[in-house]
């Protein structure tokens, strides 16, 4: 009897203890399950919100702090749960790893996938776009609006003459570098940068062929650049720009001076003049062609492709002078002689008269 008693204790302890483990294998699988369901809301759950579901961008600056961070994103109302983006943020060491830069953040975007897009720096490249630009500090407004280095900073570069000197310009020459179009740049490109991003793409623009090109017409491409600012200038219509190339290229071949009205307004510095007046011909400039011979020592505006193009790819012709049509169409009437110019130059006058246009 003792015998079976001890058994049966033996037993029942036996079963007492695997009901403890089932007991605590149980809980521990809840709070495994809990403590899983817990991490996934904080880490997978979607925690972004987007007014009308459309992306949003946000701008890091140089510098910026997680403290910055958090301001861009919760004073647009983007962050759900804020508390759980910062638990995750800190455990992924978010503010130790903060990146500047441009971020796309889209709707519906959860808390892991928000914060690997801003530690790795995985940001949006922006495209910028430049043209119809004067001179650097008219184009240094324009890309300071488009990312992140300010104008002044970009002057400060283009018109210190040992840093433009190592690429072969001088602060009056160095505008030619700048050949418009659009580019992709990241938002937090640095002014350095920006200028070294735009002499690669001039280098890639004068290819071999466009070199041969400026050679067959005595040119360097500096001076191939310097003449279409003229011949911009001269005209918006791109199908009249290569025949007013020739005739400045038919000029410098016989050693005449360009007369180039736009060279005498850049040195004025009033682009509200439409009626040129002997006087202002006179006034004293290295950009005044009308009494210096050749080109310019530096372009009169950044040139659009299609002015560089019209200079590399001339009309073959000998007329040597042209003056804008008194139709007022915007086209110029051409003429190889001194005499005729001056029948068609009078025209033009005259119908400036009837518009009472006087300056």
């Known amino acids: 009897m ?6 049966y204790s033996s037993k029942k302890r ?18 495994s399950l809990a403590t899983g369901y817990f991490l ?6 979607p925690n972004v919100w987007t007014p009308d579901g459309k992306p949003v961008s946000i701008y890091l600056p140089t510098g910026a702090n997680f403290d910055t961070l958090k301001t861009k994103l919760y004073s647009r109302g983007l962050i759900i749960h804020r508390n759980n983006f910062e638990w995750w943020a800190q455990k992924k060491k978010l503010p130790e790893l903060i990146k500047a830069g441009c971020y796309v953040i889209k709707n519906g975007m959860n808390n892991n996938q928000l914060v690997e897009m801003l530690r790795t720096g995985r940001q949006k490249p922006i495209k910028v776009t430049f043209n119809n630009v004067s001179n650097i500090y008219e184009l240094s407004g324009k890309i300071s609006k488009q990312i992140e280095a300010d104008s002044l900073s970009i002057i400060s570069l283009l018109t210190d003459s040992v840093y433009v000197a190592k690429m072969g310009f001088t602060p009056k020459t160095v505008a030619t570098i700048f050949i418009p179009n659009t580019y992709e740049f990241y938002w937090n490109t640095s002014s350095e940068g ?8 001039y280098v890639k623009f004068w290819t071999s062929e466009r070199k041969q090109q400026a050679e067959a017409l005595s040119l360097t491409p500096t001076e191939v650049v310097i003449l279409a600012s003229i011949v911009e200038k001269e005209t918006n219509k791109n199908n009249e720009k290569p025949k007013i190339a020739s005739v400045y290229l038919n000029r410098l071949k016989k050693g005449w001076r360009l007369q180039a009205d736009p060279t005498v307004i850049f040195a004025l510095g009033d682009y509200s003049i439409h009626r040129l007046l002997n006087e202002q011909k006179k006034v004293n400039s290295p950009y005044n062609t009308y009494q210096h011979g050749g080109l310019p020592p530096g372009p009169i505006c950044i040139p659009s492709i299609s002015s560089i193009e019209a200079v590399l790819n001339p009309v073959n012709d000998n007329f040597l002078y042209f003056c804008a049509k008194d139709d007022m169409s915007g086209y110029h009437v051409f003429a190889h002689t001194n005499r005729q110019h001056i029948r068609n130059a009078r025209k033009y006058q005259e119908a400036l008269d ?3 246009v006087f300056k």
């Open 194 to 201: 920006f200028i070294s991003r735009m002499f690669r793409e």
């Open 2 to 7: 003792a015998y079976y008693h001890s058994r």
């Open 40 to 45: 996934y809301n904080i880490i997978y759950k």
């Open 354 to 356: 009837k518009m009472q």
């Open 14 to 31: 036996v079963n007492k203890t695997r009901r403890s483990v089932f007991r605590f294998l149980f809980l521990l699988i809840v709070i």
